[in-house]
């Protein structure tokens, strides 16, 4: 029986042990997608407690919390910090065989080398033991990603945003690269909607373009996507749960987009058409800037209006959603790529069923230019646990290349989340091992030692090949 947590935690065997320890375990990270909190890096901010930094945000947590019966005053609420570490102690035991047990301790032994299992009887030593550490400058926001030996990591951002926060990072000496995304969700919406329309209001402002038809729509995110490349944006996102289902051959798109800017509702497949063609333009933007471009797709959210209403989005209402992807995305991607104007991409599904449909997808609009050009992404959100991460491996092994996979993200909200990248590497090393162990691929280290610090960390340092502005 192996000891939980142990130096051999998820491998196996001596092949998966040797490529973990000696090949995988001491590279840096690039980590390509996050959602951490762009002001706190420029401020370099010091936590007060471990409640601040581990579940503050995390939806994760709070959704076991719920589970479990804990009351949303624990949650998201006005209860102290220290009463809800200790309702979040009292959770965790409930979490074994979740992902959460092993982010947990994971996260209490990298950042704060606690050994103990988290329980209300460990409770108060662990947030004492915790507080004290929080008021070093090791664990500051920069501090703990320096600790995880973080390279670079690329945000999740708005085009209106000044990104002013990142050029205060970019004065820092010690601290990892950080990158802006562009992420043009709102810009998007596109449906006529009270929200939209003051979001336009926000998108002319920061471009000082006046928004009064398709073309000048257009002119201001050319504008915004030039001002962050000139910012060292080379990544774009995009969290649909489809990719609209348009006609690249029809017109009608300034009327449509009259027909919004004056509030009127459209109907769906007028939005998709007018929301198809947008992204579709969008997306030749970044292509000749040369950027890598993402689509996390397939998430139902805000399924509770309850808890909408009450607390907004982002706090743990969502699911897996059962769209309907194939059609749409070729049709996509190949109306990008009748005119070479493909960049990059990255596809992201959330439900299982579609990992196959994934990654032969991306066989289609490989062109033989660019190394791994069109990636299957790793899994995302409800499938970035140990079946979810294995499946997706092996999907894109049958189907693909694993050899050119760009490897794990964290997608977190928590400076806390870097130890799931190790908890990708060692799932991978074990993968690979169990084959060598199993007769179906050779035991020759060299090869397979190389393979490991590709998926790990070279192929994504070459993909995004990112730049100082």
């Not at 998201?76 to 409930?94: C, L, R, S």
């Not at 471009?207 to 910012?231: C, K, M, P, W």
């Not at 992807?325 to 960049?343: I, Y």
Request: hydrophobic share 35%.
């Amino acid at each position: 029986m192996k000891k939980f947590l142990g130096d051999d935690f998820l491998l196996n065997n001596s092949v998966a042990e040797e490529l973990y320890h000696q090949h995988a375990a001491s590279l840096p990270i690039i980590d390509y997608h996050n959602h951490l909190d762009q002001a706190a890096m420029a401020a370099n901010h010091q936590f007060r407690n471990i409640t601040e930094a581990w579940l503050y945000g995390d939806h994760y947590k709070w959704r076991a919390m719920r589970a479990n019966g804990i009351d949303e005053r624990y949650i998201t609420g006005d209860a102290t910090d220290k009463e809800k570490f200790n309702k979040w102690a009292e959770t965790v035991p409930y979490t074994l065989r979740n992902p959460l047990y092993h982010w947990t301790h994971l996260e209490l032994r990298r950042y704060f080398g606690i050994n103990e299992l988290l329980s209300p009887d460990t409770a108060d030593e662990i947030y004492s033991e915790t507080e004290a550490l929080m008021k070093k400058d090791s664990h500051s926001c920069i501090g703990l990603l320096l600790q995880m030996n973080v390279e670079s990591l690329c945000t999740t951002d708005d085009p209106v945003d000044d990104l002013s926060h990142h050029r205060a990072i970019k004065e820092r000496i010690k601290a990892p690269k950080v990158y802006p995304t562009f992420r043009p969700d709102k810009a998007l919406q596109l449906d006529g909607a009270e929200s939209w329309l003051g979001y336009l209001q926000q998108l002319s402002d920061a471009s000082g373009i006046s928004i009064q038809s398709y073309d000048t729509y257009l002119e201001a995110l050319q504008q915004r996507v030039d001002f962050f490349h000139e910012n060292g944006c080379r990544v774009s996102d995009l969290g649909f749960h489809q990719i609209p289902d348009f006609n690249p051959q029809a017109g009608g798109l300034d009327q449509l987009f009259a027909s919004a800017l004056s509030g009127k509702t459209l109907n769906a497949t007028d939005l998709d058409h007018l929301r198809g063609h947008a992204l579709a333009a969008l997306c030749k933007m970044y292509h000749a800037k040369g950027w890598v471009q993402q689509f996390h797709l397939g998430a139902l959210r805000n399924n509770n209006e309850r808890a909408l209403r009450e607390l907004g989005p982002d706090t743990g209402y969502d699911s897996m959603g059962d769209y309907s992807q194939a059609v749409s995305l070729s049709k996509f991607f190949n109306h990008l790529d009748n005119t070479d104007q493909l960049a990059k991409s990255i596809i992201y599904n959330l439900n299982p069923r579609d990992n196959d449909l994934f990654a032969t997808m991306v066989g289609n609009f490989n062109d033989g230019k660019i190394v791994g050009k069109m990636q299957f992404g790793t899994g995302w959100w409800f499938l970035d646990q140990k079946n979810g991460m294995e499946n997706q491996m092996n999907s894109l092994s049958n189907m693909g290349l694993l050899s050119r996979f760009i490897g794990m993200l964290t997608d977190s909200r928590s400076f806390l989340s870097f130890p799931r990248h190790e908890y990708f590497r060692r799932i991978l090393c074990n993968l690979i091992g169990t084959d060598v162990i199993n007769g179906e691929i050779p035991h020759d280290m060299d090869l397979l030692g190389k393979m490991v610090e590709d998926i790990c960390y070279l192929n994504a340092k070459s993909y995004f090949d990112f730049k100082e502005s």
